[in-house]
């Protein structure tokens, strides 16, 4: 821009990824030399480290986060007739597991504080027919797990942690994933730990637990070509373990940046704005919130005005997210219409996600602030 404005990307995967570029082309090589392009060494160590980092007995790898959402369901049998309790306010594979399984979604509302699921909200919700309740850990921060695993095991339910964002997320200092009965995770490209490429892995303490999601995403083969059940087709290759690895030795330090950029924006944000305006995300006291987004509220219906004036000056913005999972269109013939989530939609209409990665520099969240600052400024002068 003219007025000397600089760009700031919303997320700009290079900059981490440039600095390692030896060491992926190293590990790259031995894979390509090894020939074990499936089950090779690198997925099992990257099993074992990601389990030992997570605090759990077991670590199972997969193609994506959306199949290990999957796979918990179909290992843990739940289909027609049961009922699942997850948020609206999610990324659609925390849903769309369960309507392919044919199981019905029983949609509950959020808490407005941290965008997370409503422990109160599933309580309400248990009827006979619930068979599992998926807790999804948003934007780098832990739902109040403690409570929502109490009230799952007072009625013999099954928790499938949804920690997609939240890789080394702790809540009471015991990590996301550990919690429930299976832990979910992903490494698309924006995730926290980000691969080159789709990939997912699954954790259990209970060894048959494990086991069986081991079986279905195998196929459901054991011994070779005799099936027992039907699973999928659903591995995490070597290639992607490979660079998985490279980038796990480097996640402890990248939480630390994001945190530090999470203070910081905050820090920033009170200087220019009311909290009338804008809230700040909030980070509960008993959480280890790693920060894979930081999602601000923009009160008075201006959050679209605000995004579209941080655009025009190349400030890069998302929605997460922009529609409730059960108003999609693909989801209009459900009975979902009658669904009530208030929190849900407020939240779709006022969230707005800045820049957010280790290595934004300070004076990017300087430029991203100032311009925000600027933007009231000016509605200001509209509105006198
Ligand atoms: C990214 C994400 C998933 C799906 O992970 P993929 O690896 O992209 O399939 C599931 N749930 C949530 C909350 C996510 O953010």
């Known amino acids: 821009m003219s007025d000397g404005t600089t760009s700031v990307p919303l997320l ?9 570029r030896e060491a992926f082309l190293e590990a790259l090589q031995e894979v390509v030399d090894s020939g074990r392009f499936l089950f090779g060494p690198d997925v099992t160590q990257l099993e074992e480290e990601i389990a030992s980092f997570s605090q759990v007995d077991h670590a199972i790898g997969c193609a994506s986060g959306s199949d290990a959402l999957l796979l918990a369901l179909l290992a843990l049998n739940i289909g027609p007739g049961d009922e699942v309790i997850v948020p609206s306010f999610t990324f659609f594979a925390s849903v769309s597991c369960i309507t392919r399984v044919g199981a019905t979604p029983v949609f509950v509302d959020i808490r407005p504080d941290t965008f997370n699921v409503d422990p109160a909200a599933i309580e309400a919700a248990i009827t006979p027919r619930t068979k599992a309740i998926i807790p999804v850990h948003l934007f780098g921060q832990c739902a109040e797990i403690d409570r929502i695993c109490k009230t799952a095991a007072q009625h013999n339910i099954p928790v499938i942690e949804d920690a997609a964002q939240s890789i080394g997320a702790a809540y009471h200092s015991r990590p996301a994933g550990s919690w429930g009965t299976v832990g979910c995770f992903s490494f698309y490209p ?24 081991r079986l279905f995403a195998g196929h459901g083969m054991r011994p070779r070509y005799y099936h027992q059940v039907v699973g999928i087709n659903s591995r995490l290759d070597s290639f992607q373990a490979a660079v998985l690895r490279v980038k796990f030795a480097q996640l402890p330090e990248a939480i630390r940046k994001r945190q530090a950029n999470a203070d910081r924006y905050s820090r920033l944000l009170k200087d220019v704005v009311d909290s009338d305006q804008i809230q700040s995300p909030v980070a509960s006291e008993n959480s280890y ?14 959050r679209d005005a605000l995004r579209a004036f941080l655009s025009e000056r190349n400030i890069g913005t998302e929605i997460y997210y922009p529609i409730p999972v059960h108003k999609q269109e693909c989801y209009r013939n459900e009975s979902f219409a009658k669904v009530s989530l208030p929190e849900t939609d407020a939240a779709c209409a006022e969230i707005l996600n800045l820049p957010m990665f280790p290595e934004l520099t300070e004076a990017e969240q300087q430029t991203v602030v100032k311009q925000i600052g600027e933007f009231y400024q000016q509605a200001g002068r509209v509105a006198a």
């Open 289 to 302: 919130h790693v920060w894979n987004q930081y999602s601000i509220r923009v009160g008075g219906g201006r």
């Open 190 to 213: 924006t995730k926290n730990l980000g691969g080159m490429g789709d990939g997912g892995m699954l954790s259990a303490n209970d060894p048959a637990t494990a086991d069986r999601l």
């Open 12 to 20: 700009d995967v290079a900059r981490g990824n440039t600095p390692l």
